[in-house]
């Protein structure tokens, strides 16, 4: 499945917490925290369910605060790469009933890679925000995205993101949304 429908989508963020982020590039952190807010405002806005992970806590420290006034429920902890092998995630996945994961954060080539990789092999349909993900270093990023897209992820950007959830230019919310890119 190629379109992305806004009754049938879920926003994953993964692991965008405080330690991690030191470890960025600094204008390759600004870019996905800031698309990262894009895409939490919108799908609030589009009443899109947001689940979010954070990796070992205590290591790594909570998500960091850009994003975590926006999150309103509580986050998955988890100890592995993927969420999906966390009960608690797949369970809560589960509970919303959607089979469309638009997926974000960090790192690209670990536990984004390994979620995707995991949500595909439960009958889910990835769609990984390449401009939402990181990894300290530029190859591990892009070939992350390449293996995600060989496993069978769509590769996509915020703004495609967006515009397929709103499908229309007069759809009610497209103002609001639209005003998150501007």
Known sequence: MYSLKRDDAVLVVVDIQKKLVKIMPEKVYEKILKNNQILI????????????????????????????????????????????????????????????????????HICVLQTAIDLLENGYNVFTVADAVCSRFKDNWKFGLEYMRDAGAKITVVETVLFQLLERSDAKEFKEVQALIK
């Open 41 to 108: 405002k919108a799908a609030k806005i589009l009443n899109i369910p947001v689940i979010y992970t954070q990796q070992y806590t205590k290591g790594l420290g909570e998500t960091v605060d850009e994003l975590k006034e926006l999150l309103t429920d509580e986050h998955v902890e988890k100890l592995t790469f993927s969420c999906c092998k966390e009960q608690s995630f797949l369970e809560k996945l589960k509970s919303i009933g959607r089979k469309s994961v638009i997926l974000t954060g960090m790192e690209a």
